[in-house]
């Protein structure tokens, strides 16, 4: 059952980012007529004021919160600061202002670098705060808690449904393939793509190739945020991934074969694995009747094509 009409006001924050495009996409094939998006210039979301008076002015009936200062490992080690107030003001200034505007439905989209470091595996929702966080990130991982947190506590003291979701590591159009900030998909594909450009006989890759790591592409994660909303979830905390992983060696050697990299892969053990494995568990989502679609090596492929069409280039 769809409780959102086709006409609903529907406003995407972060609508350039590789999530929200994608959230863009599955609400046009779904067919929503009113999505509202705001560029960076035209709303400055770390402004209270201005976010409150957006608000109240178009008065969406649902709220996507996809916008966030994200980056990798040495993003968040020289930019704890930006990473914590940034990521805390968008969430405190959409959440608290959707409030105030009285708007009723709002989903806020979290990461699963919440969760402690030395998780059970796979990772169920309840594990949130029972124990510490992974350091290199933790300041990001902060922020993303408080979001979680407003979102419980506006629907308990307010009545508000305000829900968070937490995906698990994201792949696909529209992805950051700048290798000194990029996430090791994207980074291997590009790698591979430049190595076999140049007939290189090896790529080298950091790490020691054995930690496991999840990968859902983000058009499936798209998908599953609407379903929600559509469905009318108005519960706790919910993980959403594909429920299987593999390792980086495995994921390595799939990117080079998609790409049609044929030399060797040099695993690099002096560089940090970091967490040996983190897989969530979906069995919360899968019970309200979503299920991932895209097989990872059809979703690399798919990633691949349209990376080589931008000019390896995200959308911005």
Same mark, same amino acid.
């Given at each position: 059952?769809?409780?959102?009409?086709? =006409? &609903?006001?529907?406003?995407?924050?972060?609508?350039?980012?590789?999530?929200?495009?994608?959230? $863009?996409?599955? !609400?046009?094939?779904?067919?929503?007529?009113?999505? !509202?998006?705001?560029?960076?210039?035209?709303?400055?979301?770390?402004?209270?004021?201005? +976010?409150?008076?957006?608000?109240?002015?178009?008065?969406?009936?649902?709220?996507? *919160?996809?916008?966030?200062? +994200?980056?990798? *490992?040495?993003?968040?080690?020289?930019?704890?600061?930006?990473?914590?107030?940034?990521? !805390?003001?968008?969430?405190?200034?959409?959440?608290?202002?959707?409030?105030?505007?009285?708007?009723?439905?709002?989903?806020?989209?979290?990461?699963?670098?919440?969760?402690?470091?030395?998780?059970?595996?796979?990772?169920?929702?309840?594990?949130?705060?029972?124990?510490?966080?992974? %350091?290199?990130?933790? %300041?990001?991982?902060? /922020?993303?808690?408080?979001? +979680?947190?407003?979102?419980?506590?506006?629907?308990?003291?307010?009545?508000?449904?305000?829900?968070?979701?937490? %995906?698990?590591?994201?792949?696909?159009?529209?992805?950051?393939?700048d290798l000194q900030t990029s996430h090791v998909l994207p980074a291997l594909m590009r790698k591979a793509h430049e190595a076999k450009g140049r007939g290189d006989a090896s790529i080298t890759v950091w790490g020691s190739g054995t930690p496991r790591r999840e990968f859902l592409y983000v058009d499936d994660l798209a998908e599953a945020c609407v379903h929600l909303m559509e469905s009318g979830y108005d519960g706790? $905390? *919910?993980?959403?991934?594909?429920?299987?992983?593999?390792?980086?060696?495995?994921?390595?050697?799939? +990117? &080079?074969?998609?790409?049609?990299?044929?030399?060797?892969?040099?695993?690099?053990?002096?560089? %940090?694995?970091?967490?040996?494995?983190? $897989?969530? =568990?979906?069995?919360?989502?899968? &019970?309200?009747?979503?299920?991932?679609?895209?097989?990872?090596?059809?979703?690399?492929?798919?990633?691949?094509?349209? /990376?080589?069409?931008?000019?390896?280039?995200?959308?911005?």
């Open positions: 059952m769809n409780s959102m009409p086709s =006409d &609903a006001r529907i406003f995407v924050t972060g609508h350039r980012g590789m999530v929200g495009s994608a959230l $863009l996409r599955r !609400l046009q094939a779904r067919g929503y007529t009113q999505v !509202l998006t705001r560029t960076r210039a035209e709303l400055d979301l770390l402004d209270q004021a201005a +976010v409150y008076r957006y608000l109240v002015e178009h008065r969406p009936d649902y709220v996507f *919160i996809a916008a966030a200062k +994200v980056g990798g *490992i040495l993003a968040n080690a020289t930019e704890r600061a930006d990473f914590l107030f940034q990521n !805390l003001q968008i969430a405190l200034n959409l959440i608290h202002g959707a409030h105030r505007a009285g708007i009723q439905r709002l989903q806020f989209l979290g990461s699963s670098c919440i969760y402690p470091r030395d998780c059970p595996q796979p990772i169920r929702e309840e594990f949130l705060l029972s124990g510490p966080l992974e %350091p290199t990130n933790e %300041p990001y991982a902060i /922020a993303k808690i408080a979001g +979680v947190k407003l979102t419980e506590s506006y629907t308990r003291q307010h009545g508000r449904q305000y829900i968070s979701v937490m %995906p698990t590591n994201l792949y696909g159009p529209g992805d950051n393939y706790p $905390l *919910i993980n959403i991934g594909c429920g299987e992983d593999l390792s980086i060696r495995e994921l390595a050697q799939t +990117v &080079a074969e998609v790409v049609g990299f044929q030399g060797e892969l040099v695993f690099d053990s002096s560089k %940090p694995d970091g967490t040996p494995r983190k $897989l969530l =568990d979906i069995s919360r989502l899968r &019970a309200l009747g979503w299920q991932p679609r895209t097989p990872l090596r059809a979703g690399i492929a798919e990633t691949y094509a349209q /990376a080589c069409a931008a000019g390896f280039d995200a959308p911005r």
